[in-house]
């Protein structure tokens, strides 16, 4: 007759399972008792008694004591094995204890773990956005919210409450800022500088940021406003506190505010603040006339890279500079060669883009030399298509509008949608000139080219088949900071004969010559 | 998932708290209170109450995503666990407090009696029938019953004796025997102790000598706790303030007042784990009879 003993740490069970336990362990062959109790005093003092026990060992009452007796040392000892192994199965879960921080779970959480932060980023489904958003400026943060549909009513009381207490709402549905230097949401890489931003859109934000990295320039702060800022109910509330901000920053020397037209009330407020900033500002309000908006402080422009070329330009000293609207010399005989490959029937521009800023900024551009230009975000509601799913004539889809990415990611994420659209397009035989726009930076596409590729070769193969070629233009917004690298996109697309321009104004403005035949 | 707690008891703290998860059973786990050292238990049950328990109901809730060892914390009422999706929200959940201590059974009253001699002959029945280590009636005999019996039939009766005379010393001494005797993850002879003090309390009405004796036992008791584990130290914690189960609470109630619900509060009471609840009701039938030798109205 053998007996002997384990000790299992911090090991518990319930009373069944410990009965259970027991007798499978005393159903082993050449196991005649086994007994596992808690490793106390008393305990090891019965077992003793009973005899199960050969000695005393040290108590240890958090731990469970495993006592098998057995016909000899091998059945003994096999058993304890297979004893552990059971009770090590059943719990995987046995940890050694020791306490860890938990990771954040709450805003207030995360501001127990950080006490020194002062910037909260809510990106919540949209219904809890705003409680989560008054909770983190209760708690004293200023509010970056990426989280889309937020009511007016709820965003505006919201920024009133933090402009009260001299926080900053960026919000709801804010998808890129830049704070002292931290991408936040979709955002670039951008070198730092002297340039502050305040953008109520999101890409705008991205394309004048990543041109000013491209022209030389840096930022300091770039603050996303929210679509909904410069509307009347709103006040431009975020867009006053952000030039506010601005303002008192020794580091921004040059101001550059980026929108849609705000309401009549809002934008005379804003440029009021504007020239009473003391700094050079560069205001792009997207299809406004830029002579509405300039003064002796102000320069009015019409387009994210004229405001990124001029912001700069002021940065290093010089004039804001003179904006044409012209086509780049550079571009005059592309144009040209492309027009020459297009058909009688190839007429049409179809405008794929990913960035709602980005399509808006187009359809302005276009129609100024095309005319009408149908689409999902018209800027007149009578362009406005019957059948999104379906081009007519001269066409701009903004494939981030939401009725679009119900269900599905962001195309600047997920590529399927506009990779089917790019192959519908290639085989209309309407269809000159393929307009896309590429997003890089984080959230984006971690290989948006490699995505693009395949669709845009699968198409090239369309319209031969159909004795035709079809053309594509575009432009990437980026960096060579950002994680894609904008010289390695730039170039795999030039490889499969993309035609790129320095930005997206360009891309449509050399779109627009080469249908047009003319430069 | 976010679930709302269904009640918590009167020893779950109110302000921010941060725990480790001590162990997870299939209804029960046990969040150690950092800087504690003492257990908080979240509960899955439609009924049962703890004075250290959140309780969520059986429709809602599943522990198993919990980890042993890995970290809890409430912020503004709101439980989260690391790596579970498990949320728990315990602002707007009833408080559920013991009252045991003001129950001040009298068990010279004949209902009283009566409803006591119908528990113990259940409960007797039920420690043969499961074959349960601990039958009470063999407390009381030479030599009787189990092993575990007959090692904890003596301090028993000493602990009996020494509570009748307000003995201090005698009773830790007796105590100390009992105290993680048995199998279980509560050993019997801490389940007897955890019943035995909540005969106490509920018997100890106004009698000022009672209670002194009770308050100055449950502090050398705790000394002596350290002899079993936590679980168990944390029951007995609890049943040294006067805390203890919504079921053994209710079952000394029935006792009291001599209810006609008393088989059903007795069941409930003696259901609780494998031999836990019997170990209990045990405890309780032997604290309840506890006739002191001086007594004086506070």
Sequence with gaps: ?519 | MQIQAASIGEAIPRDNFDAVIHNVFDTAANLCLVDKNRLITLLVSDQNELPQGIRITQRTASLQSLTVGLVAACRAGVLRFESSPLTVDLRSAPVWECHISELNVDMKSASSVQSWSRVWQMLNSRQKLSKAEIVADDLFQRNAGSLLSQKISRPVLQLISSTGQFEIEKSIEAAGKMIGLGPGVTPAGDDLLIGFLAGLWSISGKFQGRRSFIHSLGIRLMGVAEQTNLISRTYLYHAVHGQFSSSLTNLAQAIALGSENLQDMADAAMRVGHSSGMDSVTGLLIGLCIRNTELSPA
Excluded at chain 1, 65 to 90: C, F, N, P, R, T
Excluded at chain 1, 98 to 120: C, D, K, Q, T
Excluded at chain 1, 160 to 178: F, K, N, S, W
Aim: glycine letters at 10%.
């Design chain 1, 1 to 519: 007759m053998a007996n002997s003993q384990r000790m299992i740490k911090n090991l518990y069970r319930d009373s069944v399972s410990l009965m259970q336990f027991s007798e499978k362990l005393r159903a082993l062959d050449g196991i005649q008792q086994a007994s596992a109790v808690m490793a106390t005093e008393n305990n090891i003092s019965l077992l003793v008694e009973a005899g199960l026990l050969a000695t005393i060992v040290p108590p240890s009452p958090n731990d469970l004591l495993i006592v098998v007796e057995g016909e000899d040392d091998s059945s003994v000892g096999a058993a304890l094995d297979q004893a552990e192994a059971m009770l090590k199965q059943k719990s995987a879960e046995t940890g050694e204890g020791g306490v860890r921080r938990v990771p954040p779970r709450s805003i207030e959480m995360g501001l127990e773990s950080m006490p020194a932060a002062n910037f909260a980023l809510i990106s919540t489904p949209g219904e809890y956005a705003a409680a989560e958003a008054r909770k983190a400026i209760q708690l004293g943060l200023n509010v970056m919210i990426f989280s889309d549909s937020v009511s007016m009513e709820e965003e505006i009381p919201l920024k009133q409450y933090a402009r009260e207490h001299d926080l900053l709402v960026m919000g709801p549905d804010c998808g890129t800022a830049i704070i002292n230097g931290i991408p936040l949401g979709f955002a670039n890489v951008v070198r730092r500088g002297d340039i502050g931003v305040v953008a109520a859109s999101g890409t705008g934000l991205q394309q004048v940021t990543s041109l000013i990295d491209r022209f030389g320039g840096g930022i300091t702060q770039a603050i996303g406003t929210g679509g909904h800022d410069l509307k009347s109910e709103v006040g431009g509330i975020t867009m006053l506190q952000g030039i506010g901000a601005l303002t008192a920053d020794p580091s921004t020397k040059i101001i550059l505010l980026v929108s849609k037209p705000p309401s009549p009330d809002v934008m005379k407020n804003v440029l009021e603040m504007a020239d009473q900033s003391g700094k050079p500002v560069v205001v792009d309000f997207i299809g406004a006339d830029p002579a509405s908006i300039t003064s002796d402080s102000i320069t009015g422009v019409r387009t994210l890279e004229d405001a990124a070329k001029a912001s700069v330009n002021l940065s290093q000293g010089k004039a804001s500079g003179e904006f044409t609207g012209n086509l780049p010399d550079q571009y005059i005989n592309v144009a040209k060669e492309c027009a020459a490959k297009l058909n009688a029937r190839q007429k049409y521009i179809r405008g794929l883009f990913s960035g709602g800023t980005f399509c808006y900024e187009t359809l302005l551009l276009l129609s100024e030399t095309l005319g009408i230009i149908y689409s999902n975000t018209p800027i007149k509601q009578e362009h406005k298509l019957e059948d999104v799913w379906k081009s007519r004539e001269h066409t701009a889809i903004d494939l981030g509008d939401d009725l679009f990415t119900q269900g599905r990611p962001h195309p600047m994420i997920d590529f399927r949608l506009r990779n089917e659209r790019i192959l519908d397009e290639a085989a209309d035989p309407n269809t000159a000139l393929i307009l896309l726009d590429v997003v890089l930076g984080y959230g984006s596409n971690m290989d948006p080219a490699g995505e693009l590729i395949p669709a845009i070769q699968e198409a090239q193969k369309i319209a031969a088949q159909a004795g035709r070629s079809v053309v594509f233009v575009g432009s990437v917004c980026g960096t060579d900071g950002d994680p894609q690298n904008l010289s390695r996109q730039e170039a795999l697309l030039r490889d499969v004969g993309v035609i790129l321009t320095e930005s997206n104004a360009q891309a449509a403005r050399l779109a627009a010559a080469i249908v047009n035949g003319r430069v």
